[in-house]
């Protein structure tokens, strides 16, 4: 197996809560500066910046995992990773559908800009997409899976837009790929405190909105080579592959 660096948790200047510097050209050259293997792109409610992403990973050296992280009915978010560009557009046609239609209000939550490897504008989303989706967490797995997706809730022992802060728990029959933890906690302590999760594979990523935080947590995958079908088996820890927190 090989050991790849991976930051699984980052959001473009798309996200309105994204420092105008954090565009795919410089996540990239950020990620590539940093020895990062593999990172994924995952605004909210959009998953608009991920192909021009993987396309300038692809050049330089940095593998990328397109998607979003969704904010469930529930208001607890939850990062939602496809393989296939079809699957990723029927999954964003379907975020567009489910999206609240509440207009951005610029000055009080920050720009929503999509744009091209020049940094040049090409589109402004006009709906809040922090917003909570017109989905539960049942519904959001099972609209995943059909596209053959990866399902992983976010952070879910973060004080906030977490599992256990809109559920008080997490359910111990919750369906999932995985779950990812905070940089705040050990994988290793939050499991004493939670012995019925161990059943899951584990992620830590830096959830990164601004450029210098890019890398600050990051896991390790252990895996044959960089694709989206190891780290499918990584997660399910199937034929040597896993998953290593580092926090």
């Not at 601004?210 to 190891?230: D, K, M, V, W």
Request: aromatic share 8%; glycine share 6%.
């Amino acid at each position: 197996m090989n050991c790849y660096k991976a930051d699984l948790h980052l959001h473009t200047v798309l996200s309105p809560c994204g420092d105008l510097e954090m565009s795919p050209a410089n996540i990239i050259a950020k990620s590539k500066e940093l020895g990062l293997d593999i990172i994924a792109i995952t605004d909210h409610n959009s998953t608009l910046h991920g192909k021009l992403c993987r396309t300038i990973g692809q050049r330089e050296g940095v593998f990328v995992l397109c998607g979003a992280e969704v904010t469930s009915k529930e208001e607890a978010h939850c990062l939602c990773f496809f393989e296939k560009d079809a699957e990723l557009d029927m999954f964003q046609a379907w975020l567009e559908e489910k999206i609240a239609k509440i207009p951005l209000d610029e000055e009080k939550f920050g720009y929503q800009l999509v744009v091209n490897e020049n940094e040049e504008i090409i589109d402004q989303p006009p709906y809040l997409l922090t917003s909570a989706i017109d989905a539960d967490i049942d519904e959001i797995y099972a609209k995943v899976h059909s596209l053959n997706g990866l399902f992983i809730p976010a952070h879910i022992n973060r004080q906030a837009n977490s599992l256990m802060s809109q559920l008080g728990f997490v359910p111990p029959d919750l369906k999932a790929d995985g779950l990812e933890i905070s940089r705040h906690v050990t994988k290793e302590a939050f499991l004493k405190k939670n012995a019925y999760l161990k059943r899951f594979a584990f992620l830590q990523s830096s959830d990164a909105h601004f450029i210098h935080l890019i890398g600050e947590t990051y896991c390790y995958l252990h895996i044959a080579e960089l694709s989206f079908a190891e780290f499918r088996l990584a997660l399910q820890g199937r034929d040597g592959r896993y998953i290593e927190c580092k926090a």
